[in-house]
């Protein structure tokens, strides 16, 4: 029996995973591929995004068929979704949309697929409390501030590390 599994040019490992619409697949997969069932890479691939808590994200989106298609034949006859995007299921929302793009010249029969993602970007948290800190750099050009910081600093450094740790220093 032939092993469907081939080496690509760059050695990666090329699956040839088509992705169907199956019903009890639909929480990993969506349900706009390009194809009515999977075969057994499609499969496969669906097994290990769940196990990885992943989901194919370029079957989330509706999009016509020719934006669907990620590989063409040499001649141009047979067309197949076998790219695929995965993402952690905690950042889907955050993909906005996944397309294919044809007119991208990259020199492969593959076409390039592009996801449109949201970024966000998080503020800078604010501290309340005692965590809040605040730091006068300017106080320590004073040579009192400066010598009874360093008389605190070498008091808590006796009380707190070991002869041995400054040795080894």
């Not at 019903?23 to 499609?42: A, F, Q």
């Not at 934006?67 to 995007?85: A, D, E, F, V």
């Not at 020199?107 to 970024?119: A, E, G, Q, W």
């Amino acid at each position: 029996m032939r092993n469907p599994q081939k080496r690509c040019k760059n050695n990666n490992l090329d699956l040839n995973a088509k992705i169907g619409q199956e019903e009890m697949y639909r929480p990993i997969i969506g349900k706009y591929s390009l194809h009515t069932l999977s075969n057994d890479n499609g499969i496969t691939l669906i097994n290990f995004a769940h196990s990885k808590n992943m989901v194919v994200a370029n079957t989330l989106f509706n999009h016509k068929d020719i934006h669907k298609m990620t590989w063409r034949s040499p001649y141009g006859q047979t067309h197949n979704q076998i790219g695929h995007l995965l993402i952690d299921a905690r950042n889907v929302c955050n993909v906005m949309d996944v397309r294919i793009f044809r007119r991208a010249d990259i020199d492969s029969d593959h076409y390039l697929l592009i996801p449109k993602v949201r970024s966000r970007i998080s503020n800078a948290r604010k501290m309340y409390g005692s965590y809040a800190r605040i730091f006068n750099s300017e106080k320590m050009k004073s040579s009192e501030t400066s010598s009874a910081y360093r008389e605190k600093l070498n008091e808590y450094l006796a009380k707190h590390v070991d002869n041995d740790d400054i040795n080894e220093v």
